[in-house]
């Protein structure tokens, strides 16, 4: 069976198109659409339980941020294979049932992320590296563009697109994961850390499935439609701060203690810096 678990806040039309394309396209397996509405004030709730009444809906009282909204979803999730998949996206073709037959047919993958394209088209870079220093300075620098190597391994710049490869960390647009190896992290029923609200939920779990040997691989066999970013975009000064936040804490969490102590102290004041220019102000960032 497959679990399809769509977070949503405020984004009602986009929705029903992602919603709609499900009903065009569904998977030929059993499977199941989870809505877990964060209060939107556009209808949204009432729109999926009028219009799409063979999905489930969670409405919650309380916008609980994308981690806590997935996992809202994973507790009432019954499938073996479950899927995080953004309201803003929509499916073209049959990528559901060519999606769910890869990781079938790969029992030593645990994760896999499929081809984006956006309304122009176009393939969108949607795979990155784990962040680490070194990455993440060829980043902000732009030297990891021009000289590759692991100046790039965060951006991955030279990412090719057309190729079935390994991902480290595909975007959460689109996430097909195996039960099993959420379970091999942690509880299937609530994986997401709830510390990362918003961003960097994906890149955690992602790194915690590749240090439990669970590969995560890219596939362009598979594609869907992704509009972008449609939910942030409405609150772009918190959301700048929180992404900024969020990755000086994955760092704290997962960088080694000599580290912690001797380097991130640093390298937060920069991310914090960086945001701060950025967002052209100080913001709180997500507040619950």
Request: one cysteine or more; a neutral charge.
């Amino acid at each position: 069976m497959l679990s399809i678990l769509i977070v949503n806040w405020n984004t009602k039309d986009l929705l029903r198109a992602c919603l709609h394309s499900i009903e065009l396209f569904p998977p030929s397996t059993p499977f199941e659409v989870i809505v877990v509405d964060n209060a939107s004030t556009d209808g949204s709730a009432e729109m999926v339980s009028t219009s799409f009444e063979w999905a489930i809906l969670v409405a919650s009282k309380a916008n609980t941020g994308y981690a806590r909204g997935n996992n809202l979803g994973f507790e009432r999730a019954q499938g073996e294979y479950i899927l995080t998949l953004n309201p803003d996206t929509e499916f073209l073709d049959n990528s559901l049932d060519i999606a769910l037959k890869f990781l079938q047919d790969h029992p030593s993958v645990g994760c896999i992320g499929i081809k984006q394209m956006g309304v122009d088209d176009m393939i969108q870079q949607s795979v990155r590296g784990f962040p680490t220093l070194l990455g993440i300075f060829g980043d902000v620098t732009g030297l990891g563009n021009s000289l590759g190597g692991h100046l790039d391994s965060y951006r991955l710049s030279r990412f090719n697109y057309h190729l079935e490869q390994p991902a480290p960390q595909p975007m959460g647009t689109f996430l097909l994961f195996r039960r099993t190896a959420l379970e091999a992290v942690g509880s299937a029923k609530a994986p997401f850390d709830e510390s990362f609200p918003i961003f960097f939920n994906e890149v955690d779990l992602l790194y915690r499935l590749h240090k439990a040997k669970w590969n995560c691989v890219y596939t362009p066999t598979a594609q869907i439609r992704h509009h972008g970013g449609e939910s942030t975009k409405q609150v772009r000064k918190s959301m700048i701060w929180e992404s900024h936040k969020s990755l000086s804490r994955y760092l704290w969490k997962h960088y080694r203690a000599t580290a912690r102590v001797l380097v991130l102290p640093f390298v937060s004041v920069l991310i914090f810096l960086t945001a701060f220019v950025r967002a052209k102000g100080y913001d709180a960032g997500y507040r619950a």
